[in-house]
C-alpha cells in the first residue's frame, strides 16, 4: 500500500519537471523572438541602405541570386528560419546563421539554439526576404587571408577580383559561394584543390547533373568527381 503512494509521487515529481524545463524551452525561444522584435526596426534601416547602395541579392547579377540560394539554402523563399525538411538544406538557414552573427556573435550552443531559434523567426516576421539576405551578404564569412579575416561577399569580391559580383565570371563568382558556404575550410588567396572539387560539385549541382539525396548533406556528396 506504501509504494503506490510512493510512485505516484515520484510519477508526479518528474512530470512537474518535466513542464518546468518545457516552460523554460519555451520561455527562451520567446525571449529570442522578442529580442528580434526589437532589434528589427534597426536592421531593416541598415539592410535597406544596403540595398540602396547596390549591395543586394539583386546586385549579385542575372541568376545568380538563385545560384546562390541554391547551395546554401534551397528553400529560403518558404522557410521560417531553421530548415528540417530540405535535402541538402541545413538546420543553419540563412536567416539563422544571420541571428547567429547579428544577436549572439556567432556561438549558440547548448540550449542557446532554442533562443538562435526565435532570434531567427523574429526575423522572418519583421524582415522580408530580400532584406535578409542583404543583411546575410554583408556579414557572411568569407574565410582568412594573411591580412586577416574576410567578411562580406561584396567586400570580398571586390578584395579578391577587384570588381563586385556582377562582373566576375560564373566561375569566380563560384568560388565565393563555395568559400561562404565553409570559410574555415577554403582560401581565395592562393591555389586551394579542396575549393576547386567544391565548385566542381557545385557546378554539377546548378547543371542538373547530380541531387542532393539527403538531409543536411552541405558537402554535395552526390556531386563528387569520383562515385565510391
Same mark, same amino acid.
Not at 544596403?50 to 541570386?65: A, K, M, N, V
Not at 526575423?123 to 579575416?149: D, F, H, N, Y
Not at 560564373?170 to 565565393?176: H, M, N, V, Y
Given at each position: 500500500?506504501?509504494? *503506490? ?18 516552460? %523554460? ?5 520567446? &525571449? ?24 543586394? !541579392? ?15 539554402? +534551397?528553400?529560403?523563399?518558404?522557410? $521560417? %528560419?531553421?530548415?528540417? @525538411? ?23 550552443? %547548448?540550449? !542557446?539554439?532554442? *533562443? ?5 523567426? !523574429?526575423?522572418?516576421?519583421? $524582415? ?14 568569407? !574565410? ?5 579575416? &574576410?567578411? %562580406? ?28 558556404? @565553409? ?26 547533373? =547530380?541531387? *542532393? ?9 552526390? =556531386?563528387?568527381?569520383?562515385? +565510391?
Amino acid at each position: 500500500m506504501t509504494a *503506490r503512494p510512493a510512485l505516484r509521487n515520484a510519477i508526479f515529481v518528474t512530470l512537474l519537471t518535466i513542464f518546468g524545463v518545457l516552460a %523554460g524551452l519555451v520561455s527562451y525561444y520567446g &525571449l529570442g523572438h522578442s529580442d528580434a522584435v526589437e532589434d528589427a526596426p534597426f536592421l531593416g534601416r541598415l539592410a535597406n541602405r544596403l540595398i540602396y547602395q547596390g549591395r543586394s !541579392g539583386e546586385d549579385l547579377g542575372p541568376g545568380r541570386e538563385a545560384m546562390l540560394l541554391a547551395v546554401e539554402d +534551397p528553400a529560403f523563399a518558404a522557410n $521560417l %528560419g531553421p530548415d528540417v @525538411d530540405t535535402p541538402g538544406g541545413s538546420v543553419t538557414s540563412i536567416s539563422r546563421a544571420l541571428a547567429s552573427r547579428m544577436a549572439f556573435d556567432g556561438y549558440t550552443g %547548448g540550449v !542557446g539554439r532554442i *533562443r538562435l531559434a526565435g532570434y531567427a523567426r !523574429g526575423l522572418e516576421e519583421k $524582415l522580408s526576404k530580400r532584406q535578409i539576405l542583404a543583411l546575410w551578404l554583408e556579414t557572411v564569412e568569407m !574565410g582568412s587571408v594573411p591580412e586577416g579575416w &574576410l567578411k %562580406g561577399f561584396f567586400l570580398t569580391s571586390h578584395l579578391m577580383y577587384h570588381r563586385s559580383p556582377a562582373k566576375l565570371s560564373d566561375a569566380e563568382f563560384l568560388r565565393l559561394v563555395a568559400v561562404a558556404s @565553409d570559410p574555415d575550410s577554403f582560401h581565395l588567396d592562393r591555389p586551394d584543390p579542396a575549393l576547386d572539387e567544391r565548385v566542381t560539385r557545385i557546378t554539377r549541382l546548378l547543371a542538373g547533373t =547530380c541531387v *542532393r539525396e539527403r538531409k543536411g548533406d552541405v558537402k554535395l556528396a552526390p =556531386c563528387a568527381e569520383e562515385q +565510391p
